[in-house]
């Protein structure tokens, strides 16, 4: 009985597939739960252009399962709930509401919210605000460069490194591109200093220590030539540089400006009904 389901089920799923290949078929009925019927053209609707046959029959029969285990839980539900605790006609009416409501605000916003936001406004924010800037973790502007340790040239690494001109950078760049496994330069950029450690071939046991050197530091494994340089760096729960939290109060800015403009929005919205007399608030003593 199990094998000729299974084997019930292939066939299904192949139709599925040679129908995909068939303008002209008809479609069939490939699954059906009481009166619901699943069909041909359903299930080729998800699958994607120039599958595999094999990948077609796997995600047509997941698809099938998938749909049959839904509708029988509709079926259940259906049978099990009462007629009040089906009605769901309060709740999609509050859906479809909370939905057309957000729509408009999201158009309003588009539309007529100013969106830019200053240099001098961040500056600002960030001066008031310097309490909410600590760090979480430490960051720095480093440079590292790891290497095979046969093609290695030490002196000739150090020298590039040291060097961060512009013309310095592009030389680096260049070389690394030939040589290194990996690199990582950020002269003018912080990142955080425990990603870069992860590339350590030696445990960092104190943060403090080894970034107040701001030295080059060389490590070697039996693999690779290590090279760090640090240029920049912050400790954890010190003052974060305005141009790492650039972004985030970009993003902060943006969002109280939002909810400022949609409060004067529906401000707007109410004063217009009181002076157009489109509503009316009934006293709850009378009919």
Known sequence: MLKQRITYGIIIV??????????????????????KVLYQSKVQEILPKGISTEDSISMSNDY?????????????ADENL?????????????????????KYKNELIKQRMDTLVTEEQIETYYNNNQGNFNLNYSIVKA?????????ANPELVK?????????GLDELRDYCGRYAKK???SADEWISFQALKNNF???????????????????NDSNYYYLVSIHDYKLTNDLAPIDF??????????????????KEIEENIYTEGVRKKKFRKYDSKTN
């Open 14 to 35: 192949l139709a599925v597939v040679i129908a995909g290949c068939s303008s002209e078929s008809n479609d069939e009925p490939v699954a059906s739960v009481g009166e």
């Open 64 to 76: 099938i399962d998938k749909w049959i285990k839904q509708e029988l839980l509709i079926q259940k």
């Open 82 to 102: 009462s007629a009040q605790q089906k009605d769901l006609t309060a709740e999609l009416e509050e859906y479809r509401n909370s939905l057309i409501i957000y």
């Open 143 to 151: 440079t590292f460069v790891m290497i095979p340790g046969d093609l």
């Open 159 to 167: 020298g590039l490194v040291a060097d961060t001109s512009p013309e």
């Open 183 to 185: 690199v990582n330069i």
């Open 201 to 219: 071939p030696v445990e960092v046991e104190d943060d403090a220590t080894f970034l107040s050197r701001k030295d080059l530091y060389e490590m």
């Open 245 to 262: 939290v650039r972004n985030n109060i970009k993003n902060l800015i943006l969002n109280q400006r939002k909810i400022r403009f949609l």
